[in-house]
């Protein structure tokens, strides 16, 4: 049987017992000894101190360690100590258990660090299989990030991606670090991308301003161009060149942006100018050109009585040449007016010419002509296919009789329609 175990087991049960001053004495001289599986050793004195006084005062040493272990124990329960902390806390307090100058079951106290081995070896392999998911997480975050940061490098989202960049980067520095290799790499990737945006947002910038100042130069010149046009009399032609140089001004593209508003106000003034000038004058002659409308209304709506609906052809054409001719003597009418009239005039012409071309059409020898060889060969077709079915049924032909009258039903349908096309020459 193991003598030290039995030692240790009734020491144990003794501190069950009797609590941690079993565990010591103090000799005559005043020395005080701690009884251990290997013994009894001496742990000091204390001077001017009954043995009593001596024994509790190594009994408190104890009960620090003790306490020492109870809060390793809470601390690695709740979680607030990390297994490596608590491992490196467990190995140096099992050393100063064993060796400490202090009495009770000093034994027992060690054995409880040593039960607490277990549970930090689980605690910190759950640990390594947390950092290591973790590090897995962040490695796919960050390969992530680096290809979003390639592609925002490689686009032209030349304001956002600035944004964009900055997000990403706060994000990056709340990841955890991966293993140096891969992150250094994945970083340099990122970093290079960034790089990347940043000079080809700064090129493009820069041709931007190069491209503005250009526009700035050129809307000058325009402006310069168009004041002198401000107070011309020539509507058609003045108007014509302000579109000219609209045009100009908006292929010119955006000049800087803090003289660009500046240079329209400027150039839309100049065209305010002409163009409220014009509409004043033009307002005027459609005052004057409101009788010309009302007598061409007028001409119009006796016209239209006197033509239509055409009879005849002839006096339709002299009737519409009298009244042309009135209605062009009689001057313009307001803008407003124009496309309604001239609607109204078109309509009218049409009407005579599309009679005119109906009455030739009917009235064309050729034409009449055509129509009757039409009627004539489709009238000897059906008498030649009807003596060709009479034969057949004589001769008991049936099949033969029976084609013959399916075709005459055709060639009869064709004869009407031509027979219809001659009655209208004759109409």
């Not at 104890?62 to 809470?74: A, C, I, R």
């Not at 686009?155 to 520095?173: H, S, Y």
């Amino acid at each position: 049987m193991n003598t030290t175990a039995t030692i240790s087991g009734k020491m144990a049960l003794m501190s069950q017992v009797a609590g941690p001053q079993s565990f010591g004495r103090v000799d005559e001289d005043g020395t005080v000894y701690v009884r251990t599986p290997e013994g009894e050793r001496a742990v000091g004195q204390v001077p001017d101190a009954t043995g009593e006084e001596a024994l509790e005062f190594f009994v408190r040493r104890f009960q620090s360690l003790e306490t020492e272990v109870d809060l390793l124990e809470s601390r690695l329960k709740s979680g607030r100590l990390s297994p490596h902390n608590a491992q490196q806390a467990a190995g140096k307090l099992h050393s100063s258990i064993l060796q400490a100058n202090a009495v009770g079951d000093l034994a027992a106290l060690a054995a409880r660090l040593d039960a607490l081995t277990p549970d930090i070896e689980a605690k910190a392999a759950s640990q390594r299989e947390e950092k290591a998911d973790a590090q897995a997480k962040a490695r796919q975050a960050k390969e992530g990030m680096v290809s979003e940061a390639e592609k925002i490098s490689a686009g032209t989202d030349w304001r956002g991606g600035v944004t964009k960049f900055r997000n990403l980067l706060d994000e990056w520095k709340k990841l955890p670090r991966i293993d140096k290799t891969t992150d250094d790499e994945l970083w340099h990737r990122f970093s290079t991308a960034r790089t990347t945006y940043t000079r080809r947002r700064k090129a493009q910038f820069a041709e931007q301003n190069a491209k503005r100042e250009e526009a700035r130069k050129v809307k000058e010149a325009i402006i310069a161009e168009a004041a002198p046009l401000a107070t011309s009399t020539e509507w058609g032609p003045t108007a014509r060149d302000f579109r000219d140089l609209m045009a100009r001004w908006k292929a010119a593209g955006p000049a800087p942006r803090e003289v660009d508003d500046k240079l329209w106000k400027q150039f839309r003034k100049i065209q305010d100018t002409f163009f409220d000038a014009r509409t004043a004058a033009m307002s005027e002659l459609d005052e004057e050109f409101k009788g010309n409308l009302d007598a061409k209304v007028k001409l119009l709506d006796e016209a239209e009585k006197q033509i239509l609906p055409i009879s005849d052809v002839s006096a339709a054409k002299e009737q519409f040449r009298t009244f042309l001719d009135q209605f062009n003597e009689l001057g313009k009418v307001p803008r407003d007016a124009i496309r309604r009239i001239d609607s109204r005039l078109r309509s009218l012409e049409e009407k005579v010419h599309s009679a005119e071309q109906a009455e030739w059409k009917r009235t064309d020898p050729q034409a009449r002509e055509r129509a009757e060889e039409t009627v004539a060969m489709l009238q000897g077709q059906i008498d030649k296919l009807t003596a060709d079915a009479q034969k057949a049924e004589a001769a008991g032909k049936t099949t033969d009789a029976a084609k013959a009258r399916e075709s005459i039903g055709t060639y009869q349908t064709w004869l009407d329609q031509a027979r219809k096309t001659l009655d209208d020459f004759s109409a």
